[in-house]
């Protein structure tokens, strides 16, 4: 039996996002924030008060200088990950679950890629969507063979503008890798998952047609797109669209996942954050929902896959932090296998960054066979 000793964690970035994380995992049994680091004194104020007992520093190197912990939780802004990841991996050798994207510049993949090679501990991108429990069961049903033989996936996501963050980072390509990296590094995943493939074309299409456009930060406009279209083709002949609207935070449910497979089709409704659903005009937040429709016999069976209200309470994922968390902290026991790795991460990020070039250059962008690369032809 695994000697389930308790977990230290350090927490690098305690944003709104590094204090998801930490609700989450105040949730798990045998876990303790040892020590929190951030360099803005509001948002650490705001940390440390979900964590009176922590310690409390300003960056990595005091935090890798700690002594009392046992696992690192990076949730910094997106540009500074791939430096931060590279300079853990050369002081120590702890656990790492680190949120995306892993990096936001193509010449940091390879970089990232060989200096994790041999690293002795487990790597943990967190890719939050693949452990929404409807998501889960979507996953599930895939893979019970319910739909058959998978050839089409589509991604529809319409939901609120970017949140305001510390600096502003959020609203620049430059920062933030651009938005099909920033945002929708989590689909690119999960269709790279749904698919049981590699992307080998990309074509896109979007702009920057409402959000932002009047606001300035040190006399520097707004360049990130808020609407795309991007269709992928997969090396095993099936293929993939997302539809990105982020000026579409009246819809019902914020994410649409369909896969259609031989068989049948399987669909997956995902609401967005409860506190955002105006429960005073709407009464209760929708409830996420799986349907399968079968070719035959023909029907739609409709399942709602509730969410437990206390993971709901901890963060804006509907539950896919606290799932995810366990399972890292399994990772970390030795019970599992990292689900998420660092070669995953880079994959979804090259997908985002392949995008983003397609949609500057008017052309079709073509992945490298290893899935690390890509050229525009």
């Not at 991996?89 to 890629?113: F, G, N, Q």
């Not at 920062?175 to 590094?185: I, N, Q, S, Y």
């Not at 998952?193 to 456009?213: D, E, I, K, Y």
Request: with cysteine.
């Amino acid at each position: 039996m695994t000697d389930k000793h308790p977990i230290r964690y350090g927490i690098l970035g305690c944003g709104m996002m590094g204090q998801e994380h930490i609700r989450n995992i105040q949730l798990l049994d045998h876990a303790e924030i040892t020590v929190l680091a951030e360099p803005n004194a509001e948002m650490l104020e705001k940390a440390h008060a979900l964590v009176p007992t922590a310690r409390t520093v300003s960056d990595l190197d005091a935090l890798l200088d700690a002594d009392d912990v046992d696992a690192l939780v990076i949730v910094t802004p997106n540009f500074q990950h791939a430096e931060q990841l590279l300079g853990i991996i050369r002081r120590c050798s702890l656990p790492i679950l680190i949120e995306k994207p892993i990096c936001t510049d193509i010449a940091d993949v390879t970089r990232l890629s060989e200096a994790a090679a041999n690293y002795p501990a487990p790597i943990w991108v967190a890719m939050e969507y693949r452990y929404m429990p409807p998501i889960t069961l979507l996953l599930s049903l895939l893979n019970d063979d319910d739909i058959g033989q998978r050839h089409l996936f589509s991604i529809r996501e319409h939901r609120f503008p970017f949140l305001h963050k510390v600096g502003d980072w959020n609203r620049f390509n430059h920062k933030t890798g651009g938005t099909l990296v920033e945002k929708c590094c989590h689909f690119f995943d999960l269709m790279r998952l749904m698919a049981n493939a590699n992307p080998v074309r990309v074509f896109a299409s979007g702009n920057q047609a409402v959000n932002h456009l009047a606001e300035q930060y040190e006399g520097q406009a707004p360049d990130i797109i808020d609407n795309a279209m991007v269709t992928i083709e997969f090396d095993n002949h099936t293929r993939a669209s997302l539809e990105l609207c982020m000026f579409a935070e009246g819809s019902r449910y914020q994410e649409e996942i369909c896969v259609v497979g031989d068989k049948g089709k399987v669909e997956c409704l995902v609401p967005g954050p409860g506190r955002f659903w105006p429960t005073d005009t709407l009464g209760d937040a929708p409830v996420p929902q799986v349907i399968v429709s079968p070719r035959d016999p023909k029907g739609p069976k409709v399942m709602d896959v509730p969410v437990d209200p206390a993971l709901l309470e901890a963060g804006d994922h509907n539950g896919s932090t606290f799932y995810q968390h366990q399972k890292f902290q399994r990772a970390i026991w030795g019970e599992q296998e990292v689900e998420v790795s660092l070669s995953d991460g880079l994959k979804a990020v090259v997908i985002g960054l392949a995008a983003q070039e397609a949609i500057a250059s008017h052309n079709v962008v073509t992945f490298h066979n290893d899935g690390l690369g890509f050229d525009t032809l």
